[in-house]
């Protein structure tokens, strides 16, 4: 028998059993597809992140990423949990300060940003995200209100749209009016996973400017039922999004080039999360994408295989 080591890390949190859980595998040579999706839908993680030998020359790893479901483009606490056990493993070198490694993803050759302390141990990974795709805008308020179990006019639909945006993968933003509301929603699973899959994009992604924390910007809620994660602790890719949504609607003053959005999330599920993004802008004109946070590892294991076709 084989065996492949996997690691469970809490990531965009630096306290174990808060955060979003995510699978690293760092030697993921000679797995197959199969495979992969196998060991993911054992760990059953939201995401598990497998990291392979580069094959583009601008990269230095290759990182793919599955739900227990499927294979998705990209993944930001996967990414942030798996730079955090290569740091762990030294397989990386850092210098103190900032290191830039490029990772190659299917959503493509991305930087990512390794802040070290002065002996070079890992303190933050910062994710480069490609940049935004502002996509449909959705009329339906009636209709995604009453999917998250709440009422039309706990949206706050005429202050910003309810629109699908994409730095890797697509997301609805839904504007909430208090944190109160955004509390109280209870989705119907079964009929917001077929009404994701039916309007192509990955979640619904829930934010209102009230915030248990009045340090942080946005509260925010994620529902992915469409690929088996009901709701998430930590999302990276969405919240990149979401930053760059609140910017190109200027709901945020825009009163400096590099605008920093501090999101909380996970409260609901009692895995409290800490993501920040930084968007790089000129005049609203979003031209960078970054999202961080910290990690904290909480396991270490080895899976036996081969595995049953």
């Avoid at 302390?117 to 502002?134: C, I, K, N, S, Y």
């Avoid at 009404?195 to 192509?200: A, H, P, R, T, V």
């Avoid at 999330?265 to 910290?294: F, N, W």
Wanted: overall charge negative; some cysteine.
């Amino acid at each position: 028998m084989k065996k492949v080591k996997v690691y469970q890390v809490d990531a965009f949190t630096s306290c174990p059993f808060g955060g979003n859980p995510a699978g690293v595998v760092t030697g993921a040579e000679g797995l197959t597809d199969h495979e992969m999706q196998l060991i993911a839908r054992e760990m059953n993680c939201p995401e598990t992140v497998f990291i392979l030998p580069a094959a583009h020359p601008q990269a230095q790893i290759q990182a793919r990423f599955f739900t227990p479901a499927e294979e998705v483009d990209l993944c930001g606490h996967g990414t942030i949990a798996a730079f955090h056990v290569l740091g762990a493993e030294k397989k990386i070198t850092l210098s103190p300060g900032d290191n830039v490694i490029y990772q190659e993803t299917k959503a493509g050759i991305l930087p990512v940003n390794l802040l070290a302390g002065p002996g070079g141990d890992l303190d933050r990974v910062v994710m480069g995200q490609p940049l935004p795709t502002m996509m449909g805008i959705c009329a339906d308020v009636k209709t995604v209100a009453a999917l998250l179990g709440l009422a039309e006019s706990d949206l706050a639909w005429r202050e910003l749209p309810l629109q699908i945006v994409s730095t890797g993968l697509p997301d609805l933003m839904v504007p909430v009016k208090n944190l109160a509301a955004l509390k109280k929603a209870v989705p119907d699973f079964a009929r917001l996973a077929a009404y994701q899959k039916e309007n192509g994009f990955i979640s619904i992604h829930a934010f209102t400017f009230e915030t248990e924390d009045p340090a942080h910007t946005v509260h925010v809620r994620d529902f992915a039922p469409s690929v088996q994660i009901n709701e998430e602790a930590a999302t990276g890719t969405a919240n990149g999004a979401l930053a760059a949504y609140l910017v190109t609607h200027r709901a945020l003053p825009l009163d400096r080039e590099k605008i920093v959005v501090t999101v909380e999330q996970g409260y609901v599920m009692q895995r409290p999360s800490e993501i920040v993004a930084e968007i790089t802008h000129a005049g609203g004109q979003v031209l960078d994408v970054k999202v961080g946070g910290k990690a904290v590892l909480v396991l270490t294991g080895e899976i036996t295989y081969p595995f049953p076709g």
